[in-house]
């Protein structure tokens, strides 16, 4: 079975400044690795994946992730955030045969002027 | 419809009622899972349902919790004799159609707020 493990559950930070929400998951068999965000009154959606091939994955809205087998991570980081990103993220882990998606607790990310 | 569809989005209900919670996914997605998402504990698996293959029911919290799948598209979950700790948003999501990659992204509806007085 998979599980997901988000340390932080709220994270602080000031405008442009630059952050990582960490996940590590804990798995026998090869996994998929997924972040979702929850804007304010939004329901959740995809903001990227990792399936296979090149470990570092990227979304549109300047967020990336990196896939650590070794570490088993997939710690989501941005550069410099945005007011507007203030949402909950939440990490999540299935199998390769894509049974079971499973969630972390989430981190609530707050952007502040 | 476009997205996945819940309702009622918010239900209060007396303890001891029960419950039906309503879920219409996205038309031609295979699978379909219910969580349940409360302050402070993220998203909890509830159930999955793949097809026409036996439901995965091992995030049920009591057998006071069941699910169903009719003709592999409307999911109802119901709570049978509903209790405080039951209060929550309930998340229902679906995944499938089109290529292999685009098999892997859940789609979620926008919840049912369940508040049990």
């Known amino acids: 079975a998979q599980s997901v493990t988000q340390l932080d559950s709220q994270v602080p930070v000031f405008e442009e400044a630059p952050v990582e929400l960490r996940c590590n998951y804990s798995?026998?068999?090869?996994?998929?690795l997924f972040w979702y965000v929850q804007y304010p009154n939004q329901g959740l959606q995809l903001l990227l994946k990792y399936l296979s091939g090149s470990t570092l994955v990227e979304s549109i809205n300047g967020f990336e992730a990196e896939f650590n087998k070794s570490q088993t991570s997939f710690h989501l980081r941005k550069p410099s955030v945005h007011i507007s990103d203030t949402a909950e993220y939440f990490c999540?882990?299935?199998?390769?045969?894509?049974?079971?998606?499973?969630f972390g607790t989430g981190t609530r990310l707050l952007v502040s002027p | 419809g476009a997205g996945v569809s819940q309702s009622p989005s918010n239900k209060v209900t007396e303890k001891g009622k029960d419950v039906e919670l309503r879920c219409d996914p996205i038309s031609g997605h295979t699978a379909l899972y219910w969580y349940r998402q409360s302050l402070g504990q993220g998203l909890e698996f509830l159930i999955y349902f793949q097809g026409n293959s036996a439901p995965d029911k091992s995030g049920l919290p009591s057998d006071r919790f069941s699910a169903e799948r009719t003709g592999g598209s409307v999911s109802t979950l119901t709570i049978q004799r509903t209790q405080q700790e039951d209060s929550a948003v309930y998340l229902c999501a679906s995944i499938g159609g089109g290529s292999v990659y685009q098999n892997t992204e859940a789609f979620f509806g926008q919840g049912t707020r369940l508040t049990v007085v």
């Open positions: 798995s026998s068999v090869s996994v998929y």
């Open positions: 999540a882990v299935s199998n390769t045969g894509f049974q079971k998606l499973v």
